[in-house]
């Protein structure tokens, strides 16, 4: 077959992220549970895995790997969780806070879905150049990367690409999920413009509705993956925030990568910080960053790669740059004036989406205690 074209390349990108425990609360993973993650990883990676990347985000560890499995692959899947029952082991030897904290279930049954790790994968037709984002947030929940996607893929405000490139111009779909739903994937596909009304009546709402993927029309290729589990939707009560991984393809019939980290200069309020019982803005900062104020601000970080045939480049700190010092100062601003409130009002999430039970209880207690007053 001398004139056949050359076979492109199907990679899948798989990032599973973890919290299983952390150093002075809910800070950071120690360096040795790290360290102990990272070598389960790559000593059993060969035969499997062509690359990875392991970081940490706040007190979330992700492993990014690249494969040619495809997506929801049990040995893939099966081989993060191994390393995070594996990590788990040394979080408990130091005594680190919520050892353990995001495996919900005792043993493994096929894939992590359901389990408690969030999960972003993608399987692409590796282009000549394949730029890619990989963002990772703690202290908040997956609705936090919403507004940045309507933003960065529907807004020719923020993208002048949607005008510019064309096709680009042949817009976007997106998948989004009602993660209410727990019995089963609920979710609807919209085009945007055309649907553009819909898709911000849905995203209005992001403790409901998340951007589970989105699509390029023009050719059909995927852009966007981003993980949408709830963790207490899964274990039923209060066990930590369902903080969010995501990634993001970008150039050519995608937006550029400015156009995807631009909507993070506005510290957009996301649910999260203290308690994951907060409105609390979020904070672009940069890799490997740990948590301090108000167990948040909430944060997210944004590893940039190329990759060829699966290998990834190094990752560049995408919030390194000292722009983002400035826009980091306007966002504690904004925390630090929210948090003036305390609990009042817009400042505490409300009743439905309160990680905690204790509340309900002491309302409960009250009920007996109210009584109708007689009319005078
Ligand atoms: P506790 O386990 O001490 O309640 O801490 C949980 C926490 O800080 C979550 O916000
Ligand atoms: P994590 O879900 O990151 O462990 O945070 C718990 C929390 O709410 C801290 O206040
Ligand atoms: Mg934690
Ligand atoms: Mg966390």
Request: hydrophobic letters at 45%.
């Amino acid at each position: 077959m001398a004139n056949a074209p050359a076979a492109v390349m199907k990679i899948t990108l798989s990032v599973i992220k973890a919290d299983i425990g952390s150093v002075g609360g809910h800070i950071c993973p120690s360096q040795r549970l790290l360290g102990a993650v990272t070598s389960y990883v790559r000593e059993r990676a060969r035969g499997l895995l062509i690359d990875t990347y392991l970081s940490s985000t706040g007190d979330d560890i992700a492993i990014l790997m690249t494969h040619t499995e495809g997506v929801r692959s049990t040995r893939v899947h099966r081989l993060a969780w191994d390393a995070f029952v594996a990590g788990t082991e040394v979080a408990k030897a130091q005594g680190l806070y919520g050892a353990g904290q995001d495996l919900l279930k005792d043993a493994f049954t096929g894939n992590v879905h359901g389990m408690g790790p969030a999960v972003a994968e993608l399987e692409l037709e590796e282009r000549p150049a394949e730029p890619f984002l990989f963002f990772a947030a703690d202290k908040t929940d997956p609705g936090a990367y919403d507004l940045p996607l309507y933003l960065a893929f529907a807004d020719p405000m923020n993208t002048p690409g949607l005008m510019l490139a064309p096709s680009m111009g042949k817009g976007f779909r997106y998948v989004i999920m009602d993660v209410d739903h727990t019995e089963g994937d609920r979710i609807i596909e919209l085009d945007a413009p055309e649907e553009l009304y819909a898709i911000a009546a849905l995203l209005r709402d992001p403790e409901r509705y998340v951007v589970e993927s989105i699509h390029a029309r023009s050719s059909g290729a995927q852009a966007v993956s981003a993980s949408t589990s709830r963790l207490h939707n899964i274990a039923g009560k209060y066990t930590g925030k369902d903080d969010p991984v995501m990634l993001v393809r970008v150039q050519q019939d995608f937006p550029a990568t400015g156009e995807v980290l631009a909507p993070f200069a506005m510290g957009h309020f996301v649910a999260g910080g203290m308690r994951g019982s907060h409105q609390v803005p979020l904070m672009p900062v940069r890799l490997n960053s740990t948590i301090s104020y108000f167990d948040g601000p909430p944060i997210v970080t944004c590893a940039a790669f190329s990759m060829r045939e699966g290998k990834l480049t190094e990752p560049v700190d995408a919030f390194a740059h000292p722009f983002w010092d400035r826009i980091r100062a306007h966002v504690a601003d904004k925390a630090v004036e929210m948090r003036r409130q305390g609990f009042f009002g817009a400042a505490m999430l409300p009743m439905a989406e309160l990680e905690y039970t204790g509340i309900v209880k002491k309302l409960e207690s009250l009920e007996g205690r109210f009584r109708v007053r007689p009319e005078p």
